[in-house]
C-alpha cells in the first residue's frame, strides 16, 4: 500500500536535531523516539523534546507491532532517573514524559524505578510536570500505587488497539487487565489525569473503535490518543488500511460525545505527541 499524501512527512532543518540527539547520547539515554522509529522524532527533536524510554532498550514482551527488541535483561541502572532528569534540564523542558520496556522479570515490574525518575525529575525541575507512560504491571496494585505515590502528572497506558487484535497485536497482555490499570488509577489517585491511546489501521474496524472509546469513557479516562499504525520494518504486521484525516476527526468528535475530556486524533498523533499541551 502506498504511503498516503497526509503521512509524508517534511523534515525541518533545525541544529536542535542534532544537539538533541547528542545530549541523549552523551547522557547513555533511550528514547522511544529512536527506539521505536517515531515518524516524528525530525519535528520532536527539532523542538528539543524527546521521550525517555528507561529501564533498558529491550523488553521482556515481543508486542508484533513495536519496533523494540524483546531478550536477555539487563539490571536496572540506578543512575539513570538522576540522567533522565539532567536531560530534561538541558533539554529545558517544561514537561517530561517517561515510558519504559516491560520488565515483567522484575518483582516490581520496575514501578520504583518510575517513581524515582518522576523524583529525580521533580528535585531538578521543581517546575516541570511529569507525565508516566507505564506498562501494565501485570495487573499488579501496589506497583501502580508506587508509581501513582510519586505524584506524575498524567498517568498513561495505552490499550494499544482494539480486543479482538490483542492475541495477534500484543499477545502477553489482556485488554481487560489494561482498561483494569487505567481505572485503578483513577479510583487511588482520582486527582491524577488518566491517558491511553491506540493505533488504527491494524486491521480493526470503526465500530470497535467506537467500542473502546466506550470502554475509556465508562472509566472516566480524560485524555486519549489516536494514530495512523505505520509498519515499522517488513518483519512487523501490514498497515491493513490507511485512515484518512476526517476518519480520525469523527474518533475526536465521537470521543467528546462519549465524555473524555480530551481527544487526540490525528494520522500522525503518538501517545507523546504534544504531550505539554495537554497538561
Ligand atoms: Fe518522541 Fe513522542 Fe515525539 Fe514520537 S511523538 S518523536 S515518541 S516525543
Ligand atoms: Fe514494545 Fe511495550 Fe510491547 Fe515491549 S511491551 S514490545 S516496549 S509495546
Known amino acids: 500500500m502506498r504511503i498516503p499524501p497526509w503521512l509524508r512527512i517534511k523534515l525541518p532543518s533545525n541544529e536542535n536535531f542534532a544537539n538533541t540527539a547528542e545530549l541523549i547520547g552523551d ?26 524510554l528507561v529501564m533498558g532498550a529491550i523488553c521482556t514482551r515481543n508486542c508484533a507491532f513495536c519496533n523494540i527488541a524483546s531478550g536477555d535483561m539487563e539490571p536496572l541502572d540506578p543512575t539513570e532517573p538522576a540522567r533522565v532528569a539532567e536531560a530534561a534540564r538541558r533539554l529545558k523542558l517544561r514537561h517530561v514524559v517517561i515510558t519504559s520496556v516491560t520488565r515483567d522479570d522484575l518483582e516490581d515490574g520496575g514501578s520504583a524505578h518510575f517513581a524515582a525518575c518522576i523524583r529525580a ?21 501496589p506497583a501502580l500505587k508506587t508509581v501513582l505515590d510519586a505524584g506524575p502528572n ?11 487484535l490483542y492475541d495477534h497485536i500484543r499477545p502477553q497482555a489482556d485488554y481487560r487487565q489494561s482498561l483494569a490499570v487505567l481505572e485503578n488509577a483513577k479510583r487511588l489517585r482520582p486527582d491524577i489525569p488518566t491517558k491511553s491511546g491506540i493505533m488504527v489501521g491494524l486491521g480493526e474496524t470503526d465500530e470497535q473503535i467506537m467500542t473502546v472509546l466506550d470502554d475509556l469513557a465508562a472509566i472516566d479516562c480524560d ?46 498523533v503518538r501517545s507523546s505527541y504534544n504531550a505539554a499541551d495537554f497538561v
Open 121 to 141: 525529575v521533580r528535585e531538578v525541575l521543581p517546575d516541570c510536570t511529569v507525565e508516566v507512560l507505564i506498562p501494565d504491571f501485570q495487573g499488579s496494585e
Open 27 to 52: 547522557l547513555h539515554l533511550n528514547t522511544v523516539c529512536q527506539s521505536a522509529k517515531c515518524p516524528n522524532k525530525w519535528e520532536c527533536f527539532s523542538k528539543n523534546v524527546a521521550t525517555f
Open 223 to 268: 485524555i486519549v490518543t489516536i494514530g495512523q499504525y505505520m509498519q515499522p520494518s517488513r518483519q512487523h504486521p501490514m498497515v491493513r488500511r490507511y485512515v484518512e484525516p476526517e476518519v480520525f476527526e469523527m474518533y475526536a468528535e465521537e470521543g467528546k460525545k462519549r465524555g473524555i475530556r480530551h481527544m487526540f486524533s490525528a494520522p500522525l
Open 154 to 164: 498524567v498517568l498513561n497506558h495505552n490499550l494499544e488497539t482494539v480486543p479482538v
